[in-house]
């Protein structure tokens, strides 16, 4: 069985694009979701996908909730779940898959391993070997990032002049008090900055696709209309320069027929000329061959026409077919030429924003 339906589930729709452009050179349908709440609603009134692509780290519902919903579904528990994700440890794949995820695929994706999970996993479903996903209890924070607190801990400030001490409870020393330290304020800090510059970088990225797709768009309309103008010009010229050709061939036919006429009749007349006492058989002779002369010259040049505009006509159509086929594969090499370099112009633009952005991240973070 081969996959051939793929729902794509993503927030940013920078990841949405650049993964459907890698299914769909597979030769795969993708529909695509912008929320793990949106694709439920998908999978509740359409018919149900070969494969679910899950981003990990969503706003509202997040990748490992929508993951337990669709597994908890015996309409959809089987459908295979591949988790789009940036932590691809031994310890977080592990754990994933026993909440119900088939594989990993790094983000960004590249080609080679899209390639060898798609191929991995279709051997399974042919074999009938798909893994049975075994539902522990995951933390529900478990794909955020997760500081190291105790789920029943309280904070209080830690006291600046006391010595530290632990606070006791009927003697006992209490493990659910974590003092408020200025390494826990930043940890914090840093993990809610660092939150809001990826939504806000999320955001950008999407308006920035959004503004140069639909720049793109009205590029590629304004050319195919420029395009369709000139072949229709081109067309045009092409067929005045048909008729032109062929009214020209017609009166040429003529003249040359007539002119053949003229010179057999000026030959006729040298002839009588050179010819005295002509009698009168002689002269019904010489009318009846008048005749009989007239008669062919006229079925000859009615013939020679005839020929000659036939050809001329189908010389003139072969000349046009020619001509608009040339135009029409110009035409096409042209707009896919165009169609590929805004496609590779538009995601390089893309993935070198995203590029930067990471990286700027990694500058501020690290």
């Given at each position: 069985?081969?996959?051939?339906?793929?729902?794509?589930?993503?927030?940013?729709?920078?990841?949405?694009?650049?993964?459907?452009?890698?299914?769909?050179?597979?030769?795969?349908?993708?529909?695509?979701?912008?929320?793990?709440?949106?694709?439920?609603?998908?999978?509740?009134s359409h018919e149900r996908p070969d494969v679910i692509f899950m981003d990990h780290l969503m706003p509202g519902m997040n990748g490992v909730e929508a993951t337990r919903a669709i597994k908890g579904n015996p309409d959809t528990a089987d459908i295979p779940i591949i988790m789009c994700t940036s932590r691809k440890s031994p310890s977080f794949t592990e754990e994933a898959k026993n909440f119900g995820v088939y594989n990993i695929?790094?983000?960004p994706p590249q080609t080679d391993g899209l390639g060898e999970v798609l191929d991995q996993l279709a051997s399974d479903v042919s074999n009938g070997t798909l893994p049975e996903p075994t539902f522990t209890e995951i933390p529900q924070e478990a794909d955020r990032?997760?500081?190291?607190?105790?789920?029943?801990?309280?904070?209080?400030?830690?006291?600046?002049?006391?010595?530290?001490?632990?606070?006791?409870?009927?003697?006992?020393?209490?493990?659910?008090?974590?003092?408020?330290?200025?390494?826990?304020?930043?940890?914090?800090?840093?993990s809610a900055v660092k939150t809001h510059i990826n939504n806000r970088l999320h955001e950008l990225l999407s308006d920035l696709f959004d503004e140069q797709f639909d720049h793109m768009r009205r590029a590629l309309d304004e050319t195919r209309s420029k395009q369709e103008a000139a072949i229709e010009e081109r067309l045009g010229d092409l067929s005045?320069?048909?008729?032109?050709?062929?009214?020209?061939?017609?009166?040429?036919?003529?003249?040359?027929?007539?002119?053949?006429?003229a010179r057999e009749l000026?030959?006729?007349?040298?002839?009588?000329?050179?010819?005295?006492?002509?009698?009168?058989?002689?002269?019904?002779?010489?009318?009846?061959?008048?005749?009989?002369?007239?008669?062919?010259?006229?079925?000859?040049?009615?013939?020679?026409?005839?020929?000659?505009?036939?050809?001329a006509h189908e010389i003139s159509r072969e000349t046009s077919e020619d001509i608009a086929q040339r135009t029409i594969d110009l035409f096409v090499a042209q707009q896919r030429a165009a169609n590929s370099r805004v496609y590779t112009l538009g995601l390089a633009v893309s993935l070198g924003?995203?590029?930067?952005?990471?990286?700027?991240?990694?500058?501020?973070?690290?």
């Open positions: 069985m081969s996959i051939k339906n793929a729902l794509l589930v993503d927030d940013s729709k920078v990841a949405r694009f650049a993964l459907s452009k890698l299914l769909e050179s597979r030769d795969m349908q993708v529909n695509m979701a912008g929320s793990a709440e949106e694709a439920l609603d998908f999978l509740n695929l790094t983000k990032e997760v500081l190291s607190v105790p789920e029943d801990a309280s904070v209080q400030l830690a006291p600046k002049s006391e010595p530290e001490q632990e606070p006791t409870t009927n003697g006992h020393a209490s493990s659910n008090v974590v003092p408020l330290t200025s390494e826990l304020i930043e940890q914090i800090a840093r005045e320069l048909i008729e032109q050709r062929t009214r020209h061939l017609r009166d040429d036919v003529a003249a040359e027929v007539n002119l053949n006429l000026a030959d006729l007349k040298r002839d009588l000329k050179r010819q005295s006492g002509f009698t009168n058989e002689h002269m019904d002779e010489l009318k009846d061959h008048i005749t009989s002369v007239q008669t062919i010259d006229t079925e000859f040049w009615q013939t020679l026409q005839s020929e000659a505009i036939q050809q924003i995203f590029s930067v952005g990471i990286a700027w991240l990694s500058g501020l973070f690290g």
